[in-house]
């Protein structure tokens, strides 16, 4: 599986108390390549897992790879800041949105289906996403 991994996902892989941990446990099984991420991701994940060492591991096991240079993209990163500007969009994000354009093969996996159903790459095109299962919730 080819795939550009967010924030949620690898924090949902990490943490046991994620609601979505069992869904990236079973997606990570899946994939036999590294999924390919950026540093801001690698920095939000982090931060929210409160463990560096642990975001370190992901890379060195091989199930993330660092497969983006802000420097080399800084125009089409500034751009896309202010397309969705309305929506306070993250660097990680704009890297994300940048990094499908590159590889319009891979899917966005992210517990972010909100912004990213909003998000276009080439300005106009749908990224494809896996995402976890939406749940029914009834009162």
């Not at 420097?71 to 500007?85: I, M």
């Not at 993250?90 to 159903?117: K, Q």
């Amino acid at each position: 599986m080819k795939g550009i991994a967010d924030t949620g996902f690898l924090v949902a892989f990490a943490n046991r108390n994620d609601d979505h941990h069992e869904w990236a446990v079973g997606l990570a099984g899946r994939v036999s390549e590294p999924l390919l991420t950026c540093e801001a991701v690698l920095a939000e994940t982090a931060f929210h897992l409160q463990s560096v060492s642990l975001v370190l591991k992901m890379v060195a096991d091989g199930l993330v790879a660092i497969a983006f240079d802000c420097n080399d993209h800084l125009l089409q990163l500034a751009a896309l800041a202010e397309r969705y500007e309305d929506r306070h969009p993250d660097l990680a994000d704009l890297c994300l949105i940048r990094m499908s354009e590159l590889h319009p093969r891979h899917s966005v996996i992210t517990v972010d289906r909100e912004d990213f159903r909003v998000y276009r790459r080439n300005k106009r095109d749908i990224i494809p996403l896996i995402c976890p299962p939406v749940r029914d919730v009834r009162l």
